[in-house]
């Protein structure tokens, strides 16, 4: 039931193109019919009859008293594949063409005549096809007739006046009233099906991309960044492939932008902005490489204790002081710390730039989430002391902030790569933040 509502809240809105394609598709069907050869199929049927006096004795010669071992019906039977073949022979079309006046040659008439025999029986099938339903009848009923005496010709033996096999005609054909092709209702109605599907089909693509937020778009798309599914035994690596390849485009435009670090900002506030950082930390460090995750955005409470980059802003802290290193060495984290008395002040310093240059030096990337690129102008102060942003959208980010966000990021002194389409749970990453 709720397939059937959806369908019918899909078809709602667009129920004229769906109308439109299905119609189409039965005007094509019926256009297709105009250019299928029309055919009539007619059928006669031979019944191969072995008398009663048509024993073992009886075909064998008397003047040498042969004594055979297979009986006429048993013979027949073997004989049946031979008359096939005999049917779509001169000696029986020949004869044939010259009785009815065909304008034909015997092979293009053998294309026309199918020899069927029925299974476990001594009957065989004369079928024809012809564009003539009168035609197609009148050749099959010929070439029964001519086949049958061509038969008795053939089986007749010289010590006999009478053939022992007797072909009778059982069944005349009869004109077909209706062609076998083109097939007009059925071909229409599955030109019509067609349509309603390709409608159908059309429609739910238009659905679906009017309802596609705007980050997901090919253009300045940099990548997507998602979880694995994890089982409830905590299998997997948690480590999405989508994140992989992100990793792999971020990497690559830190090396075309000969820079170090990149800013992670959303255009409102979000969790999923610590998160795409903390997977692109994971990603890197799984490649080989060394990251360092940075937290400056000051407007969020943090929820670990300790100094941290507000502190080394301010000159009470050094960069070695606030960072926590893990066993490794190829991954740290540096919190917000205690937030500035001006964090606008405390972004534009050059405090922040020489962090950042430390962290550099030390480290293959340097990750920094920053505030929400629409609610503050920290975010493009904070990227001008960066080499490059990207913009993580949020699934709930509306195109327009989506647009707004990256015309800011741009019109800040620093090289904007593209968005990141976010497509994991952050709620578990903001345990860390």
């Known amino acids: 039931m709720k397939e059937l509502r959806d369908l019918t809240e899909l078809v709602r809105g667009r129920w004229s193109t769906v109308v439109m394609v299905t119609l189409l598709g039965g005007v094509a069907a019926g256009v297709i019919n105009l250019f299928i050869p029309v055919t009539f199929v007619a059928v006669s049927r031979i019944f191969v009859a072995t008398p009663a006096?048509?024993?073992?004795?009886a075909i064998g010669s008397p003047a040498e008293a042969q004594t055979l071992t297979t009986y006429g019906d048993e013979f027949t039977q073997m004989r049946i594949p031979s008359y096939q073949r005999i049917a779509s022979t001169p000696m029986v079309l020949e004869p044939v063409m010259r009785e009815l006046g065909l304008d034909t040659t015997a092979a293009q008439l053998n294309q026309q005549v199918t020899i069927r025999a029925v299974p476990d029986t001594v009957m065989l099938d004369v079928e024809v096809r012809n564009p003539s339903a009168g035609l197609?009848?009148?050749?099959?009923?010929a070439v029964s007739e001519q086949l049958i005496a061509t038969i008795k010709q053939l089986e007749k033996p010289p010590f006999n006046t009478v053939s022992p096999v007797q072909p009778v005609l059982v069944s005349a054909a009869l004109a077909p009233s209706r062609p076998v092709t083109p097939q007009v209702a059925l071909n229409i109605g599955l030109g019509l099906a067609f349509g309603l599907v390709s409608g159908l089909t059309y429609a739910a693509f238009r659905a679906q991309r009017a309802a596609a937020p705007a980050y997901l778009e090919p253009d300045n798309l940099l990548g997507v960044?998602?979880?694995?599914?994890?089982?409830?035994t905590g299998d997997g690596d948690g480590l999405g492939r989508d994140t992989r390849f992100l990793r792999?485009?971020?990497m690559a435009g830190l090396h075309e932008s000969a820079s170090g670090s990149?800013?992670?900002v959303a255009p409102r506030s979000s969790d999923a902005t610590f998160a795409v950082g903390m997977q692109l930390a994971e990603?890197?460090?799984e490649a080989g490489a060394t990251a360092v995750l940075v937290s400056a955005d000051f407007t969020l409470p943090t929820n670990v204790p300790g100094p941290g980059l507000g502190d080394v802003l301010a000159g009470t802290a050094s960069v070695a002081d606030v960072l926590r290193v893990d066993k490794s060495g190829n991954s740290a984290f540096m919190s917000s710390g205690s937030p500035p008395g001006s964090a606008t002040a405390a972004l534009a310093s050059p405090l922040l730039r020489d962090a950042i240059a430390q962290l550099e030096s030390r480290f293959d990337c340097v990750l920094i989430v920053g505030p929400a690129v629409l609610e503050t102008t920290d975010a493009v102060d904070l990227a001008a002391s960066t080499g490059t942003c990207a913009l993580v959208c949020p699934p709930d980010a509306t195109p327009n902030e989506v647009a707004d966000g990256e015309q800011l990021l741009r019109s800040a002194e620093s090289r904007y790569l593209g968005r990141i389409a976010v497509s994991l749970t952050t709620s578990s990453a903001m345990g860390e933040r």
């Open 225 to 232: 960044a998602g979880r694995d599914e994890v089982t409830e």
């Open 248 to 250: 792999v485009a971020v």
């Open 262 to 264: 990149i800013l992670l």
């Open 136 to 141: 197609a009848a009148d050749i099959s009923n």
């Open 53 to 57: 006096w048509n024993d073992s004795t």
């Open 283 to 285: 990603a890197m460090v």
